[in-house]
């Protein structure tokens, strides 16, 4: 007996500790029921409708069974990438090829191309492979025949390597060894060797042409350093400047290689970081460069289709490609050199560098461009620069004092890109409105080619003034400025197209952030210009002006190509009123929220100025130290919550009985919002805002039941094909299912560079439709988060992929339209990163500081463009069936890692509430990245302004509660607003669709939920029945016991 | 003084040792670092002294108590251990989530406490397996 005790005395231990386990187990996989859905691809929730009626569906997905989706996903991705690739040199009209050459590709890349982004936005991995769509694959499908012993020496070398595998998301399809920042890996000629002594027999049996291909790998979390090359240790990584961004030794044997061995060689960028190419671009036996960025898993077919001519390259660049990509003043604060002195005093662990840029403006062709007309102009000692600050036509950095030249700093500038025809452009006319509010501007375009059709950009640039007043004020002036542009359709040899483009005049005016505080207009003249690049048409402001290539002009400009007119008097009021009529003054240069350093530290930063280029050129603003307000606000806890204010107005948890989905596509006005909203109690949102890590929590007053929701710009990251419906009806479910497209994707589009450079407003209208809005509807995925539209600041971003361009309007006008595209389809948009993100390093913390004109003319000018909704495409006008659309903007936005000025940018009230809220009028939905309901991100200050969810895991704040909040009116007042946001958003999305009183959400047993209730079934019944059985035996021997003792 | 606890009476102690050492780390994880100036859940707290208690009584009070009760404390102690392992693991379950699900957001104190939290879950699966050993035990004490 006593044995028998012992023995069950164990077991029931053990089997108690596996019951507590198995409880454990279930309540933490209770909690992110999302997340393990998007590891083990399990379905644990789902929403039905008893019945539904044709009105219940306000979005229409036109997919209506899964091969349709798929084909008309992949119909899509290879005609926007045939639009995306820029001709940069094609010299004695190398391209097009034949369609049936014989081509040698060359170059590790060739064979493995960056496809796309390496996390967020991935290129869906089963599209490429198991639908075979790689490039040798797709080159041949299109008619091309491919050297066999080039495939097969890569082939041989990359079964070498390891294959990616998943991370958080999807498992991008590139090899792990080669998907790193810090290296370039290529092969030499005697590695290639290695792998396949005879690589070279065929190049005479393939040589119409070698295809070099060379590129760099980028996503989120990577990043780009410059002059992290020419170290003792790799001299195969040497390249010229010293930069990973320029050509490296062995990727130049390769095109050595080439050269020597073919008549003709064509040099193809994958890289969406821009490359130092002018080696490229002065070697005159490389008879073609082709930009390519990330063409995405069907992109190669469309590669294929401007190489051999079917469609003539329309992509321009929507960035500068420099001739050295370090040597310019945004360069010089960036990383992570400037960490904070005593950041390790504070504790919230989120406090570690700043970035001062105090660059200002001028940054990318803007820089580039106004240095430029500053030297044509023999001012501002603009041509005079110290050691380091400019570039020797080598490509090295200079290093001593020296003379600045535009043909030594740029390759190509933003803008540029050829075509196999030729076009002419001219500016009609310019009627500029009495108001100063728009401007129309005509302009005709004809091919005046005699062989190729082609799409021809319009592209209209700015001039404002530069005067004494500015001088005075810090009011810089960029040379040019990007106002507008339009695309035409393809255009045969002999055909042209009128466009009229209706300007938007507000991105004319400047931010006078010292004495008017709004933005201004001067006095002065004025000009608009259209040229095939941003130095063109400068180059035609120029030639309006009077100058020639005798004052140092790179080329003579056409003065046809420009209108001048004059504003004669100072304008301080057109503009000091926002679209919705709200005052615009200062709300980033002073007090808590400034984004301008000299605000906590009087006197400290000089910002670069074009009236002295040499003596204000920035300096790396290292050392400085926290303290004061500075450091309150660094430490993200600076706003009290009151305890005994009055706040009986307020009203939670009213019982009116109505349901979110009566409101759907209330408009704002609404006054039944009222009602609703005061149905939903602060625990409610409290609960709603910490749930939102690719999840829309359920609020059960207003009767919704909650979504998924799901990454990023470039399609779901989580989910596929298999899971898509079509009007509440599984895919699965329906006759003919293709179960082989089960795994298929819907990240198949090439990168949002890709699309930006494809300079065409219609296009990116189509991507939103469907990258974003078809795939919102067929995976019920109300909300995905994207598109990413934050400004390339730089060329060293590894995640500037994900982002359009270092232009506000190319960017901003691109992201509207994506955005009103997904918009069409009820996807509620989150557009990220709001704001001023622009490296992945130190993201989580560092402190973004800015005067404010540069905030507001360059990434906030972008953002607005898709928040208010601007920039709508020409042909759109007067076609009714885009009547509904550009009506409103932007319904959701994601803050970024990165604080604005000192605090978190959630509880930045400048942006968030003043400028993005109040001038903007954005009403919808602003959720965080990632922080969860932790102090990085100050809750209760970002909940005061505007913050609607925390991305993330958890809460650890100790005042997330409803007590802590319920007698601060202020917190109450935001509460409701906050709330109003939330419902009106879904309301105007797809989260309602096929929502009517008899939906409901109903709980499935997953493979998850059976195993863990099993165990704790099982586990519950053995414990039970060994403590009784051990208590019972315990029992049994005490009472024996007591007998014997009798 | 002569020691009257056999093998599975020194495993009941040795338990209680464990415990507390994972007490502690539980108690310096919840309240220094990245989890500084947050409130701490007291319950494990609460718990974990009474499993100790129950775990050090047991086989130092073991011929007083006799061998059905001390056996039982030794139940209630290792029960009483696994419940507060249980939500030590829980409270730190975010901190994971946040490492393993996006890799490059969270700040280096978070995966200090993370690590120190699995140091003191260690301990406690030691206590809990040192208890359950001493429960196969027919007596702690020597004869």
């Known amino acids: 007996m006593k044995k028998a005790i012992k023995v069950l005395r164990g077991l029931s231990m053990i089997s108690a500790l596996a019951l507590a386990g198995s409880i454990t187990a279930g309540v933490i996989m209770e909690q992110y029921p999302t997340s393990l859905d998007q590891v083990f691809g399990t379905l644990s929730s789902q929403v039905v409708s008893e019945e539904t009626s044709e009105a219940d569906w306000m979005y229409q997905s036109k997919f209506k069974t899964i091969q349709e989706a798929v084909e008309g996903y992949k119909e899509f991705a290879i005609r926007e990438s045939q639009e995306t690739y820029a001709l940069l040199k094609n010299q004695g009209n190398a391209l097009p090829l034949s369609k049936t050459a014989k081509i040698t590709l060359m170059g590790l890349r060739s064979y493995t191309p960056v496809y796309g982004n390496s996390a967020g936005s991935m290129p869906d991995k089963a599209t490429l492979e198991q639908g075979q769509n790689e490039i040798f694959r797709a080159f041949e499908a299109r008619g091309f025949q491919l050297n066999p012993s080039m495939l097969a020496a890569y082939e041989s070398y990359c079964s070498t390597l390891t294959r990616q595998s998943g991370g958080f998301g999807a498992p991008a399809p590139e090899y792990k060894e080669i998907s790193v920042t810090d290296d370039i890996p290529e092969l030499s000629l005697s590695e290639l060797r290695s792998f396949k002594s005879d690589f070279n027999k065929d190049y005479a049996a393939y040589s119409d042409a070698a295809i070099v291909v060379v590129g760099r790998p980028g996503g989120e979390s990577k990043n780009y350093y410059p002059e992290t090359m020419n170290k003792d240790d790799k001299a195969e990584n040497d390249t010229v400047s010293g930069n990973v961004l320029g050509l490296s030794v062995e990727e130049r044997e390769i095109i050595e290689e080439a050269k020597k061995n073919f008549d003709k060689v064509i040099v193809l960028v994958n890289s969406t970081n821009p490359m130092e190419l002018g080696e490229l671009e002065n070697d005159k036996d490389i008879d073609a460069v082709m930009w390519i960025g990330y063409p995405g898993v069907y992109g190669f077919y469309g590669v294929a289709d401007v190489l051999n001519g079917t469609v003539s390259p329309s992509a321009h660049l929507g960035d500068t490609f420099a001739r050295n990509t370090a040597v310019n003043p945004s360069m010089v604060n960036f990383g992570d050199s400037t960490t904070w002195t005593n950041a390790a005093d504070y504790k919230n662990g989120n406090v570690n560098t700043y970035l001062i840029q105090s660059e200002g403006i001028y940054s990318g062709y803007h820089y580039y461009e106004t240095r430029y007309m500053d030297v044509v102009n023999g001012v501002s000692g603009a041509a005079t620069a110290a050691a380091g600050t400019y570039t020797n036509a080598d490509g090295t950095r200079s290093t001593k004092d020296g003379t600045w030249n535009y043909a030594d700093e740029v390759v190509y500038p933003f803008g540029y890109g050829l075509s196999y025809t030729t076009f002419s452009q001219s500016l009609d006319s310019v009627k500029i409105m009495g108001d100063k509010k728009t401007a129309e501007v005509t302009v005709t375009v004809k091919n005046t080619g005699d062989t190729y059709s082609g799409k021809s950009v319009i592209q209209l640039y700015a001039q404002s003034p530069y005067t004494d007043y500015d001088k005075q004020n810090n009011v810089e002036k960029s040379a040019v400025q990007l106002m507008d542009y339009e695309k035409t359709k393809t255009l045969a040899p002999g055909d042209s197209q009128t466009i009229t483009m209706q300007v938007d005049l507000s991105n004319l005016a400047s931010y006078d952030y010292t004495k008017a505080k709004t933005y201004i207009l001067d006095a002065g003249d004025y000009f608009f210009a259209i040229g095939e690049n941003s130095h063109d048409a400068l180059n035609n402001i120029l030639a309006a002006q009077g100058k020639t290539t005798s004052n140092g002009m790179t080329d003579n400009g056409d003065a046809a190509k420009t209108y001048k007119w004059t504003w004669a008097d100072f304008d301080d009021r057109t503009f000091s009123t926002s679209a919705n009529g709200t005052a615009i003054t200062n709300h980033l240069t002073e007090g808590d929220y400034a984004m301008d350093y000299n605000a906590f530290q009087p006197g400290a930063i000089t910002y670069l100025t074009r009236s002295n280029w040499n003596g204000t050129y920035p300096k790396a603003w290292g050392g400085f130290t926290i303290s004061g307000r500075l450091g309150e606000l660094l430490d993200c806890d600076f706003i009290d919550i009151k305890t005994n204010d009055d706040v009986s107005a307020f009203k939670w948890g009213t019982n009116s009985g109505m349901k979110l989905y009566e409101m759907k596509g209330a408009d704002w006005k609404d006054d039944r919002w009222a009602t609703i909203v005061d149905q939903v109690t602060i625990a409610e949102f409290l609960n709603f805002a910490q749930k939102a890590f690719h999840n829309i929590a359920p609020i059960e007053s207003v009767g919704y039941t909650g979504n998924n929701a799901d990454d990023g710009p470039g399609g779901s990251d989580t989910h596929y094909f298999k899971e898509g419906t079509y009007q509440g009806k599984a895919y699965s479910e329906m006759s003919g299912y293709d179960e082989s497209l089960g795994d298929y994707g819907t990240r198949v589009a090439p990168s949002p560079t890709n699309l930006a450079y494809a300079w065409n407003k219609e296009l990116a209208f189509e991507n939103g439709e469907i990258i974003l809005g078809e795939t919102s509807l067929i995976l019920v995925l109300p909300i995905i988060i994207g598109p990413g539209a934050n400004l390339h600041r730089h060329a060293y971003n590894g995640r500037g992929g994900e982002y359009y361009s270092e232009d506000p309007i190319l960017s901003g006008y691109t992201c509207s339209a994506v955005v009103q595209g997904a918009q069409s389809k009820g996807c509620l948009v989150n557009i990220k990163h709001a704001a001023f993100n622009d490296q992945e390093i130190n993201r989580s913390g560092v402190a973004v500081f800015q005067n404010e004109q540069q905030a507001r003319e360059m990434e906030l000018k972008n953002l607005r463009q898709a928040i208010e909704g601007n920039g709508k495409p020409a042909s759109f006008v007067g076609d009714g069936s885009k009547d509904n659309t550009y009506t409103s903007g932007a319904l959701g936005i994601m803050s970024s890692y990165n604080r604005i000025g000192a605090v978190p940018p959630s509880a930045n009230k400048g942006v968030m509430v003043d400028i993005i809220r109040n001038e903007w009028g954005f009403k919808g939905y602003n959720v965080t990245d990632f922080t969860g309901v932790s102090l990085k991100a100050s809750p209760k200050e970002s909940i005061l302004y505007g913050t609607t969810a925390f991305c993330g895991f958890g809460v650890s704040v100790d005042y997330w509660n409803e007590e802590s909040f319920a007698k601060d009116a202020d917190f109450c007042a935001a509460i409701k607003t906050d709330i109003k946001y939330i419902l009106y958003a879904l309301a105007n999305s797809n989260a309602m669709n096929g929502v009517n009183s008899t939906t409901r959400t109903v709980q499935l047993m997953s493979t998850w939920r059976k195993l863990y209730t099993g165990l704790e079934i099982g586990f519950g019944i053995t414990t039970g029945i060994l403590v009784v059985g051990y208590l019972a035996l315990e029992v049994l021997t005490l009472v024996r016991k007591q007998k014997e003792g009798k | ?143």
Not at chain 2, 10 to 23: D, F, K, N, Q
Not at chain 2, 64 to 79: D, P, T
Not at chain 2, 81 to 104: E, G, K, Q, T, Y
């Open chain 2, 1 to 143: 003084m002569k020691l009257k606890q056999n093998l599975f009476g020194y495993l009941a102690l040795g338990s209680a040792v464990c415990a507390l050492v994972g007490l502690i780390i539980y108690i310096v994880s919840s309240t220094t670092g990245y989890m500084e100036g947050r409130e701490m859940d007291a319950l494990p707290v609460l718990l974990t002294i009474v499993a100790i208690v129950c775990l050090v009584a047991a086989p130092l009070l073991a011929e007083k108590l006799g061998r059905s009760l001390a056996g039982a404390l030794l139940f209630v102690g290792e029960v009483l251990l696994a419940v507060s392992l249980c939500m030590f693991i829980n409270a730190r379950v975010d901190h994971f989530a946040d490492i393993v699900f996006i890799p490059v957001n969270y700040p280096l104190g978070e995966k200090t406490t993370l690590i120190v939290s699995i140091v003191g879950f260690v301990f406690y699966i030691l206590a809990i397996l040192a208890s359950i050993v001493a429960a196969f035990g027919e007596k702690l004490i020597k004869d």
